[in-house]
Nanobody, 124 residues
Framework: QVQLVESGGGLVQAGGSMSLSCAAS????????MGWFRRAPGKEREFVAA????????YSSDFVKGRFTISRDNAKSTVLLQMNNLKPEDTAVYSC?????????????????WGQGTQVTVSS
């Protein structure tokens, strides 16, 4: 059974940094695409960033470009999200997800497994 467990959320001041980690287990993750999504209160879940198994394809939403960086450590079956220059509007529950695909989907409906999410709160 595939399991994704996020860690690293919490409270940070605007302008600060935070690193999220998602540890995957239960299946070989070769060929997988791993992504980060977020959901703010009262809003729909939105795509943040995703990365292929080899790391040769990375997609990020416009609102995080230049601030957030996604990476993965395949030896540890882990995907990381480094968030810099955080803003109050980045406050949300951040979740990681995985799908075995060639393309990199940005729709949450395309992902097969999800973590439980971790809360990120950015104070002004």
């Amino acid at each position: 059974q595939v399991q994704l467990v996020e860690s690293g959320g919490g409270l940070v001041q605007a302008g600060g940094s935070m690193s999220l980690s998602c540890a995957a287990s239960g299946r070989t993750f070769s060929g997988s695409v791993m992504g980060w999504f977020r959901r703010a209160p009262g809003k729909e879940r939105e795509f943040v960033a995703a990365i292929t198994w080899s790391g040769n394809k990375i997609y990020s939403s416009d609102f995080v470009k230049g601030r957030f960086t996604i990476s993965r450590d395949n030896a540890k079956s882990t995907v990381l999200l480094q968030m810099n220059n955080l803003k109050p509007e980045d406050t949300a529950v951040y979740s990681c997800a995985v799908v075995w695909a060639v393309a990199v989907p940005t729709s949450p409906y395309s992902y097969e497994y999800w973590g439980q999410g971790t809360q990120v709160t950015v104070s002004s």
